[in-house]
């Protein structure tokens, strides 16, 4: 699938999280804006058939994702380090403000690990296995 393609499944999206997230016409809550593209990510790699994609699509949507939000967030590898803000006591803070579920903080966390390091994750998840 072609990224224009990918951003018109995606536009709609990132409007409402802009729409949820704005404070003032002009300043938005970055960290709460983190939260919707994690979960939105988060989501999209889990069943990416939900948007009309295929996980061979996913790369290409996650450079879409990357350059929204490096536009909304500054920076590069932003969606990483949305998934790393969660992994701190600010990020902690702004989850138990959402009140996110259990299931789903536990979502976030969990691809907070592979986002972040995943090699580290990829040990973890095999001395996980090994265990049993």
Not at 18 to 30: G, I, N, Y
Not at 49 to 61: F, I, K
Not at 119 to 127: I, L, S
């Amino acid at each position: 699938m072609e990224s224009q393609e990918i951003l018109g499944k995606l536009a709609p999206l990132f409007d409402e999280m802009d729409r949820q997230c704005m404070v003032t016409e002009h300043l938005m809550d970055k960290d709460r804006w983190r939260v919707f593209l994690t979960t939105m990510w988060s989501n999209l790699v889990l069943d990416p058939e939900n948007l009309g994609m295929t996980e061979e699509d996913l790369e290409s949507a996650f450079n879409v994702i990357e350059s929204e939000a490096e536009r909304r967030l500054g920076g590069k590898d932003a969606l990483v380090d949305a998934f790393r803000f969660l992994t701190t006591k600010d990020g902690e803070r702004c989850m138990d403000k959402a009140k996110l579920r259990k299931n789903h903080r536990d979502m976030l966390v969990y691809f907070a690990s592979m986002m972040v390091d995943p090699e580290r994750h990829k040990q973890y998840m095999q001395e996980l296995r090994g265990s049993k």
